[in-house]
């Protein structure tokens, strides 16, 4: 891109600032921006293609809208950034993701243009819809009320729960369709085929423009012109496009679709719909990684790369002077392979994250085998289990923090009937920058509370693949396995495998002076903290719980009979989590130990590096030698005293 010869993005700040500009400006804006997100992004890493994808339109709907007044909904919010940019943080930008920095979404303790915090998808709608008939109540007339939300979002069935709740609502609500056949990895399923059916409808988009115009044109004579303009509107594009009754069923009207990079045209769009009463729908068309030709070609990859050279395009990588573990998730995926081969009822689950949970290892192994079933998890439980009634053995894996909306169906469609489906919990744990809607803190506290359900979490990449491998075995029933995001300790991993007794875990080493008990990868913090205290003459004893249900009681009875003291450690709620399931055996069984439990307090975490928020957290390596030196003197002070 060219260098403006008087730049316009500095003089920029607030919307108000965008309001000064004429149309003809809008496009060297539009221009300015997405190099603006280029240049940071590069160099502080964060989501990058799909902020690309909007760039006009987030500038589009800036110029026309009264923002923070019109109340404007971000659906997920990886296409946020130019919104943040525009809206007084330009200035801090370089901060996003970075630990007491703005966050990489929405957020309404950030900002007044922030109208609902987003992390999850889908939930633009219905939040939008609440807005609209809030002020329909309060006789807010003038007020706009805009969801943007993505054709991956689409998919969510919160989305459409929203459209057909909103299409009975009188409420002046307009839903922008971002669409670009992407969410993460390319969208899947009829409604995507649907889309791009309308999109490349020969006969609708030769009159689309010109009916378009004259329906804005004839709402504009008044209330009484309304229903004339409907009855016209229903008639031409049914005659025209069959499929536009997905949204007409729905009592929305439909616009479009349209070119969503021709800045000029979306602002005179938007300023026209704004006339127009009622439900409606602007259905544009986008490019993920818009003006960076390598995001635009490979849109996955380009998601969110990290760091990158913005000329050359190349991805800066550290490159180790030694073998790095894997990542926990890239053990599941070809685990998940190994074992399909061995087991021919093995199937493999995802909603929507097949690169992210590496379930594209198995995806393209054996096609027929894998399903992506859309940003759905309500769905791929219940899909699960009933695969599982036919005697399949459904591997289902969902992100931690996303499992969380589809927990009804674990406990109604799985737990109460007993079916072995097997849930992958990845991203288990502070996942870092993505922050507090990304963290996957509840699983294992919601997760043990369920009758039937086995929950377990591994310290390493081999006690992952054991876990997997016991977890197929016949009648497990529900088994739960979570891990954390980010690499393993274990370069040499790929072992033979072993079945591991249900609710048995394992002594690391014995001790003297204080009982460890942890449980997933937080262990290997423990197992640094003991070599640490061991060369200063503190011996602590450290035991791997490997399963929070069901509990290893006859290693807790080993711990309580013979230390005063224990110190649980996990990366999870302290409320519900494994620290309160061992504080309820000791009450059980009527010990009389001193328990104290490192994990995740009672408060929302933000974003940041994951060390720095298990520090920050207090269960890193140095927070639990902390702890057991607090002990040790303690006992040390008892005992000079005594």
């Not at 807790?556 to 450690?569: G, S």
């Amino acid at each position: 891109m060219e260098e403006p010869t008087h730049p316009l993005l500095p003089h920029i700040n607030f919307p108000a600032d965008l309001k000064r500009y004429n149309d003809d400006d809008l496009e060297q804006i539009s221009q300015e921006l997405r190099q603006y997100i280029i240049d940071v992004v590069s160099v502080n890493g964060g989501h990058f293609g799909a902020s690309l994808g909007v760039v006009e339109l987030t500038v589009a709907l800036h110029y026309v809208l009264d923002t923070p007044y019109d109340r404007l909904v971000w659906d997920v919010g990886h296409q946020a950034y130019g919104h943040k940019i525009l809206t007084g943080r330009k200035s801090v930008f370089h901060t996003n993701r970075v630990i007491n920095g703005i966050s990489g979404f929405p957020k309404i303790s950030e900002s007044e243009y922030d109208t609902f915090g987003v992390g999850h998808s889908s939930t633009s709608i219905s939040a939008a819809l609440g807005m609209a008939v809030a002020s329909h109540y309060k006789g807010e007339k003038d007020r706009q009320h805009v969801a943007v939300i993505g054709d991956g979002a689409l998919t969510g069935g919160l989305a459409f729960e929203g459209l057909n709740h909103a299409g009975i609502e009188n409420s002046n609500l307009l839903v922008i369709l971002n669409d670009n056949c992407m969410s993460i990895d390319p969208n899947v399923g009829a409604l995507k085929e649907y889309l791009t059916s309308i999109s490349t409808s020969k006969s609708y988009n030769r009159f689309r423009d010109d009916i378009s115009a004259v329906l804005i044109k004839l709402s504009e004579l008044g209330p009484n012109a309304h229903n004339f303009v409907k009855k016209i509107e229903k008639s031409i594009k049914g005659t025209l496009l069959k499929q536009s009754n997905l949204f007409e069923a729905l009592n929305f009207r439909y616009f479009g679709p349209v070119d969503g990079h021709d800045v000029k045209k979306l602002a005179s769009i938007i300023r026209d719909l704004k006339d127009i009463p009622g439900p409606k729908l602007l259905h544009c068309i986008t490019v993920k990684g818009k003006g960076f030709a390598l995001a635009e070609k490979d849109q996955t990859k380009w998601h969110a790369p990290g760091l990158f050279d913005k000329i050359t395009g190349e991805i800066k990588r550290s490159t180790p002077d030694k073998p790095q573990p894997p990542k926990y998730q890239d053990v599941f995926g070809h685990t998940l392979v190994e074992l399909a081969e061995l087991n021919k009822n093995i199937v493999g689950i995802t909603p929507a994250m097949p690169s992210g949970s590496s379930m594209n290892i198995m995806m393209k192994a054996m096609p027929n085998r894998a399903f992506d079933v859309g940003i759905a998890e309500q769905h791929a439980v219940t899909f699960s289990a009933g695969l599982a009634t036919q005697g399949l053995v459904p591997f289902c894996n969902i992100y931690s923090s996303f499992m969380q909306r589809a927990y009804d169906q674990v406990i109604h469609d799985v737990a109460i009937q007993n079916l072995n489906v097997i849930f992958c919990l990845d991203r288990a744990g502070l996942a870092g920058s993505d922050g507090a809607t990304h963290h996957g803190a509840y699983d294992m506290a919601f997760m043990r509370c369920i009758p039937n359900m086995t929950v377990a979490a591994p310290m390493n990449e081999e006690e992952l693949r054991n876990l997997m491998y016991t977890a197929q075995l016949e009648n497990q029933g529900p088994f739960s396995i979570r891990y954390p995001r980010g690499n393993g300790v274990m370069p040499d991993w790929k072992r033979p495998f072993k079945a591991i007794a249900i609710g048995k875990g394992r002594k690391i080493c014995d001790g003297e002076d204080v009982a460890l008990l942890t449980i997933g990868h937080v262990g290997n913090f423990a197992v640094e903290a003991c070599r640490e205290l061991n060369s200063e003459g503190i011996h602590p004893a450290h035991y791997d719980l490997r399963f929070v249900k069901p509990l290893d009681e006859a290693l807790l009875h080993e711990v309580f009979k013979r230390y005063a003291t224990v110190i649980t450690v996990e990366d999870g709620c302290l409320q519900g989590g494994m620290g309160s399931a061992v504080l309820e055996f000791m009450v059980d069984n009527q010990y009389q130990s001193r328990v104290i439990r490192l994990g995740i307090a009672d408060e929302v975490v933000e974003h940041g590096e994951q060390a720095e928020l298990w520090a920050l957290c207090g269960f890193d390596s140095n927070s639990i030698i902390k702890a057991v030196k607090e002990y040790a003197v303690s006992r040390t002070t008892k005992t000079i005293a005594s």
